[in-house]
């Protein structure tokens, strides 16, 4: 079946420096997801990619959507204390699988102040 | 827009009872919703997907006898955790979407099961 891969697992900085997480299918994707979820919360949508190559950007936010559709990675710019979660991918791989989601592993970011 | 509940956030229970967990979604009709479990500091694991009218479909691995299903109507489904163990205990989260999305999914609030 699908898999989807996220490293880091963990990662570690200091507030104003940069995080990137990155998330590879096994199968081609007909999109991917990323969420946040904060400690004891529950997964918030941040935002979806569908076409090869895209690019999208949500303040210091950028997500990618690789030109094959299996990778994408999720960029934070000068990260701040507020940025701390999870941050999962989830891949979707249409078809009979309309709505079905495959999640990452998920990378834990923590940000010292 | 697009908001998902879910009822009861947490639970405790004595082995071998039965649990029901409701989610609802309150401003929209979900035509497909899904229930996934999570470990602490784990991944979302899917157990089952419903469609409204139908019988839920699981995931290799998941009880379906263990775990009921019913998507009743287009804003509400049940999840069922019959004998529970304690096993069960875990953070099960139902997620929804309209259909007219995409498939993005709103995750309801999720419950917290501890099974004694």
């Known amino acids: 079946g699908q898999q989807v891969m996220q490293i880091p697992q963990y990662q570690h900085v200091q507030e104003g420096e940069d995080f990137t997480t990155y998330c590879n299918s096994s199968t081609t994707l007909s999109n991917i997801q990323w969420y946040k979820q904060r400690p004891g919360g529950h997964p918030v949508f941040l935002i979806q990619?569908?076409?090869?190559?895209e690019v999208k950007k949500q303040k210091r936010l950028t997500f990618q959507f690789g030109e094959a559709k299996k990778n994408s990675s999720l960029h934070i710019t000068a990260t701040q204390t507020t940025d701390v979660g999870t941050y999962f991918c989830?891949?979707?791989?249409?078809?009979?699988?309309?709505?079905?989601?495959?999640f990452g592993q998920g990378t834990i970011l923590t940000v010292h102040p | 827009g697009a908001v998902v509940s879910q009822h009861p956030s947490w639970v405790i229970c004595k082995s071998g009872t039965s649990v029901k967990i409701e989610c609802r979604s309150l401003d929209f009709q979900a035509t497909t919703m899904f229930w996934y479990r999570q470990f602490p500091k784990q991944s979302l694991m899917l157990m089952a997907t419903s469609n409204e009218g139908s019988k839920a479909t699981y995931e290799q691995g998941v009880e379906k006898d263990k775990f009921l299903i019913n998507h009743a109507s287009l804003t509400l489904s049940t999840l069922t955790v019959t004998s529970a163990h304690p096993e069960d205990s875990s953070f099960y989260i139902c997620?929804?979407?309209?259909?007219?999305?995409?498939?993005?999914?709103?995750f309801g609030p999720g419950t917290r099961l501890t099974v004694l």
């Open positions: 989830a891949g979707g791989a249409g078809g009979t699988s309309y709505g079905k989601l495959t």
């Open positions: 990619l569908v076409k090869s190559g």
């Open positions: 997620s929804a979407t309209s259909g007219t999305g995409g498939d993005t999914q709103y």
